[in-house]
């Protein structure tokens, strides 16, 4: 391999950089842990009340998701929020697991759903694609 110019070194740096930056930063900024599908999997089979928010679009949603998933697409969550009878306000405490097709979405709605006063909140990582690889169940339709 021959030798790389400064220029040519720095410059492959900043676009690996880049590149990390826009993986991670919907993360950094979610303010909420991501977890695995099968932690999420586990505690819908053991009953737990747990809430599934699936904030893809309608068509998304009802072409598969997960058993128990309400959708509140990503556009729809902040004014569903401010909404009196949408029924969030009794939600604040409970544990909320958010996902979308991958995660980019799932970490935007985390953060406004921690900004709103959410206390337990994760990200499910990979999304929907992620238990959709993990053969997990399906429910299609409205």
Same mark, same amino acid.
């Given at each position: %391999?021959?030798?790389?110019?400064?220029?040519?070194?720095?410059?492959?740096?900043?676009?690996?950089?880049?590149? %990390?930056?826009?993986?991670?930063? $919907?993360?950094?900024?979610?303010?909420? $842990?991501?977890?695995?599908?099968? %932690?999420?999997?586990?505690?819908?089979?053991?009953?737990?009340?747990?809430?599934?928010?699936?904030?893809?679009? $309608?068509?998304?949603?009802?072409?598969?998701?997960?058993?128990?998933?309400?959708?509140?697409?990503?556009?729809?969550? $902040?004014?569903?929020?401010?909404?009196?009878?949408?029924?969030?306000?009794?939600?604040?405490?409970?544990?909320?697991?958010?996902?979308?097709?991958?995660?980019?979405?799932?970490?935007?709605?985390?953060?406004?759903?921690?900004?709103?006063?959410?206390?337990?909140?994760?990200?499910?990582?990979?999304?929907?694609?992620?238990?959709?690889?993990?053969?997990?169940?399906?429910?299609?339709?409205?």
């Amino acid at each position: %391999m021959e030798d790389l110019d400064p220029k040519t070194f720095w410059t492959l740096v900043l676009v690996l950089a880049a590149a %990390m930056a826009y993986r991670y930063m $919907p993360r950094w900024r979610s303010k909420s $842990p991501f977890v695995g599908v099968m %932690m999420l999997k586990h505690r819908l089979e053991a009953g737990e009340d747990v809430v599934v928010v699936d904030v893809r679009t $309608p068509r998304e949603y009802e072409s598969g998701h997960i058993p128990d998933a309400v959708n509140v697409p990503l556009a729809d969550l $902040p004014a569903r929020l401010k909404a009196v009878d949408a029924g969030f306000a009794e939600l604040k405490t409970e544990p909320v697991f958010v996902h979308c097709a991958s995660e980019a979405r799932a970490a935007k709605a985390a953060r406004t759903l921690r900004d709103a006063g959410f206390t337990d909140v994760s990200v499910i990582n990979g999304g929907f694609g992620a238990w959709r690889r993990g053969k997990l169940p399906i429910v299609t339709g409205g």
